[in-house]
């Protein structure tokens, strides 16, 4: 339940946030990521910037995203933190954020020179910053509030 309550809030925040800005696309799971063609993904939350629609297909997006979240779970924590993270700063993708629920916490990364680096992290309650979307800031409070 948790899982749908982050990804929930998550995703009406963000879209609230991006409302008349023509910043691009945002998508929720279920929906393919094709990195190649041996390399397909279903990220929790995807966002395509403005510049980069053209990889945008009615079945799927093919190349890297701008912005990609995942919401940890048991048995997906190696999955996303390591296989997860490598595979999509192998590919470009500016930037990745890590939902933790059992720490209540946060982080987004930002690709630098091919890796990535913690950019900011909130755990209970703060501000989250993105630098792909400039001036988008979150509370995670909002975020973990259950409706």
Known sequence: MWHQD?????????RQQLAGRNAGRLFIAPFD????????VQPDLI?????????????????APDLLVELLSPSSIRRDRHDK?????R??????????PENNSMEILALRGGRYQRHCMATERGKLA???????ELDLAAVLRVC
Do not use: C, H, M, Q
């Open 85 to 89: 993270k490598n595979l999509y700063s």
């Open 130 to 136: 993105s630098k792909v979307l400039p001036g988008l």
């Open 33 to 40: 990521v094709v990195l190649d063609a041996e390399n397909t």
């Open 91 to 100: 590919f470009g993708a500016k930037e990745y954020w890590i939902g933790d």
């Open 47 to 63: 966002f395509v910037a403005a510049a980069n629609v053209g990889i945008i297909e009615k079945r799927a997006i093919f190349g």
């Open 6 to 14: 982050w990804l929930g809030n998550l995703y009406v925040l963000l």
